[in-house]
């Protein structure tokens, strides 16, 4: 049994030692911390790196294409372009080429070294004693504005070392795509006629189709609105970039751009593929080597538990028997403070060591490392120990916990809570009284030092125990008042009230998490239902709109066609049928626009005093010719009095003349219409009344609602929109709107407050 234990130690040794190679593996990775999603992509062009540094170049052409205005004449390299121009005295100006610039660059030790950076030291600050000039023109930054009047004045010195600057951007990047083959082919064409263009490419006489057929491409055009690409990442200045290089003022130019993801040529791309490659099969190594360190970890780890503490297991080592019998608490303060020697240790030597063999950037992880096998070594053996005594029965036994708890117990033992309540509270009754005996004692009885400073600590220790059991109960009621307080909230309609829990604790806490739960769940549930029924206001209106346009075509035209006197009925038939159905869909457009406002309050109401009396009589004139068309009799019975309400004149009378139109449409032929108005307790009750010619199967309450008529044969040309608009038009005005419907009659009544 023995040498088994020991095989088991010896493979959890060595699984943990292939947990530390794994994890040492993925840390050293180039791609540490970005997870494991950039495994997922198969290749390097799917991976943003690929992405930033196309981007990268892609910058770079459009700053090559910069640089060559201003460098190159007739595609050479010209030294006696102008560059720089500076005011030289008052009124005067003095033109440098780049020749004259290069030359004093190397005059004060500027060169570029092998990378095309400036070497050979930076321009010093300007002082008081050199003269400064300033700077009118820059041919690489025509655009330079100033921001403070300071940066438009430099030394020739400086800007010798700028111009050097960007001439060495310009050396890089054809060094690097013109001069030497590379994966990476661009061409940008401007044209304005077919002899005058400018073109900048390395990859010339290929057509777009040959640039595709390379891998990754791009491919942009003045023409086109979108970048035909298959980039998983686009990036978003290609078309403004180019658009503002445009010299000439039309769209005929495009830009190329394509990776040969052959690779085969040995530049940026290539390397970063083969690094992506083999930092991928290392990850992948790393994380096979720390799965199966876990989990051999796991099993030898189980296995020295099942050998742990078994009859057959004899100790011969002295010290380990005594740690055996020692009270858990004890055991788990030796193995902790065995775990702080090491630390010391390690600080003191083993650290010294570790930083001989890595670089300093590596030094924290090696440290991490050695702190971590330290504290998993002392938490096996301590965890192993326990283990051992669980098994020999003598772990709750023998602990220093159990022996308190046992002495503790024959005071509380065979008592109710109340009773033990009383005894935990008489004791501290008893240690404040005895507490106070021992201050008045040391008060009046002794006078020399060190009596005073006993007494100081006997006062400092009454006053901290008392400070404790009042803060306990009164953290206690103010964690109480904070839930109460939030139920309130909550039950008021505060669905985003939060209880901050970070000073709560115990069930009191658990009950504020459980409040903040209820409370972020209603406020879920009611966003959720804004925000659906704003999608649904959102739609129909939007509908409406896309409607609205085509639909004002057809009633132009058909009106058109109106005027060109067609003589044949046929035809006149069909142009009748088609304005008659035209003008009602428009009606209904403009109707669900308004039912779309009206249900989501989004108007603007101009709120005024408003003889309501006066308007049902204008109402009533308005509609009696239309009611005689279907032999309606109008029947009124209004007050002589003045009664005002305050409404929007405008929105009211939509809410009239909807109810007036639901009756016109719906009333039986040859019956009445009832109006009348009453005042009751300080309102103005307005009502319109009819017998319904088709059958009312319907309640009251669906008829308030969008598309719904009381006609379901649908013979007439309602919307189904008409009441659900009077009903939120009136909501939104302060009023209440109310229908009633007992078998063939329908009731509708206004209640508005009477404004004196």
Not at 268 to 296: K, N, P, T, V, W
Not at 497 to 524: P, Q, V
Not at 652 to 681: G, Q
Request: charged share 25%; hydrophobic share 40%.
């Amino acid at each position: 049994m023995k040498k088994r234990k020991e095989k088991a130690v010896l493979a959890h040794l060595l699984f943990s030692l292939l947990v530390v190679i794994g994890v040492t593996i993925m840390y050293n990775n180039t791609h540490y911390g970005e997870g494991i999603s950039w495994i997922a992509h198969e290749t390097y062009e799917d991976t943003p790196e690929f992405a930033g540094q196309l981007k990268s170049d892609i910058d770079d052409i459009f700053n090559y294409v910069k640089y060559k205005e201003v460098f190159e004449t007739n595609g050479k390299l010209d030294y006696s372009k102008f560059i720089i121009r500076v005011a030289d005295g008052p009124g005067t100006t003095k033109d440098y080429t780049l020749d004259e610039m290069i030359r004093h660059a190397k005059s004060q030790g500027y060169y570029l070294n092998e990378q095309f950076k400036v070497s050979g030291g930076h321009p010093k600050e300007s002082n008081s004693e050199e003269l400064n000039y300033q700077v009118l023109y820059r041919a690489y930054e025509p655009d330079f504005k100033a921001v403070e009047p300071g940066d438009s004045f430099q030394t020739i010195d400086q800007l010798s070392y700028e111009v050097l600057s960007h001439l060495g951007n310009y050396y890089r990047f054809y060094y690097r795509f013109i001069q030497n083959p590379g994966n990476l082919k661009f061409e940008i064409r401007y044209q304005n006629t077919a002899d005058d263009y400018k073109l900048y490419t390395n990859f010339p006489g290929k057509t777009i189709d040959e640039f595709k057929s390379m891998g990754k491409y791009l491919y942009v055009t003045g023409e086109a609105l979108y970048v035909d690409s298959n980039l998983t990442a686009v990036p978003k200045n290609v078309s403004s970039e180019l658009e503002k290089m445009n010299p000439y003022n039309n769209g005929n130019y495009h830009m190329s751009v394509a990776v040969n993801t052959s690779y085969p040529y040995n530049d940026a791309y290539y390397q970063a593929a083969e690094s992506f490659d083999q930092m991928r099969l290392l990850f992948i190594f790393g994380m096979i080597c720390l799965a199966l360190g876990i989990l051999g970890c796991a099993a030898t780890l189980y296995m020295l538990v099942l050998f742990t503490g078994l009859p057959e297991e004899q100790s011969h080592s002295l010290i380990v028997q005594k740690i055996d019998q020692l009270p858990a608490e004890i055991s788990l303060v030796l193995y902790l403070a065995a775990a702080g020697f090491a630390l010391l240790f390690s600080n003191l030597i083993i650290y010294k060591i570790i930083h001989l063999f890595l670089a300093s950037e590596k030094w924290y992880y090696g440290e991490l490392v050695l702190k971590i096998l330290i504290f998993y070594a002392a938490g096996v053996v301590a965890a192993l120990n326990l283990l051992k005594q669980y098994k020999s029965g003598r772990l709750w036994k023998n602990s220093l916990f159990h022996k308190g708890l046992m002495a503790l117990g024959l005071y509380f033992k065979d008592h109710r809570f109340t009773t033990r309540i009383m005894i935990a509270y008489s004791l501290f009754l008893v240690f404040n009284v005895i507490m106070i005996m021992a201050f008045a004692f040391l008060l009046f009885t002794y006078s020399d030092l060190e009596s005073r400073i006993l007494m100081g600590a006997v006062v400092v220790l009454f006053c901290v125990l008392d400070l404790w059991v009042f803060h306990q109960m009164y953290k206690n009621a103010w964690q109480t008042d904070q839930i109460n307080h939030a139920l309130l909230n909550i039950s008021n309609g505060n669905t985003t009230y939060k209880i901050d829990t970070k000073k709560f604790y115990g069930k009191e806490r658990e009950l504020a998490d459980n409040i903040n739960h209820i409370s972020s769940g209603l406020e879920t549930a009611l966003q959720e239902k804004v925000r659906s029924e704003r999608l649904k206001a959102d739609l129909i209106t939007n509908v409406s709109h896309d409607i609205k346009t085509p639909l004002t075509s057809i009633i132009n035209y058909v009106d058109l066609i109106k005027r060109e006197n067609i003589q044949d009925p046929r035809i006149q038939g069909y142009l009748d049928v088609l304005d008659q159905k035209s003008q009602r869909l428009k009606t209904l457009t403009e109707d669900l626009v308004e039912a779309s406002k009206a249900s989501s309050g989004n108007l603007k109401l101009d709120m005024a005093s408003i003889d309501f009396v006066e308007l049902i009589h204008q109402t009533n004139g308005e509609f009696e010719e239309k009611f005689s068309l279907r032999h309606l009799e109008l029947v009124s019975e209004l007050p002589d009095e003045t009664l005002l309400i305050e409404a929007d004149g405008r929105y009211l009378w939509r809410v009239l003349e909807n109810l007036y139109n639901n009756a016109f449409k719906y009333a039986m032929e040859h019956s009445r219409v009832y109006v009348d108005i009453v005042k009751e307790d300080e309102k103005i009750l307005f009502t319109i009344k009819n017998i319904s010619e088709n059958p009312l199967n319907i309640r009251a309450d669906e008829l308030t609602e969008r598309f719904v008529r009381g006609d379901v044969a649908r013979t007439t040309e309602g919307s189904g929109l008409g009441i659900s608009i009077a009903k939120s038009l009136t909501e939104l005005q302060g009023g209440e709107f109310r229908l009633y419907i007992d078998g063939d009659l329908f009731k509708a009544t206004l209640a508005f407050p009477l404004r004196k």
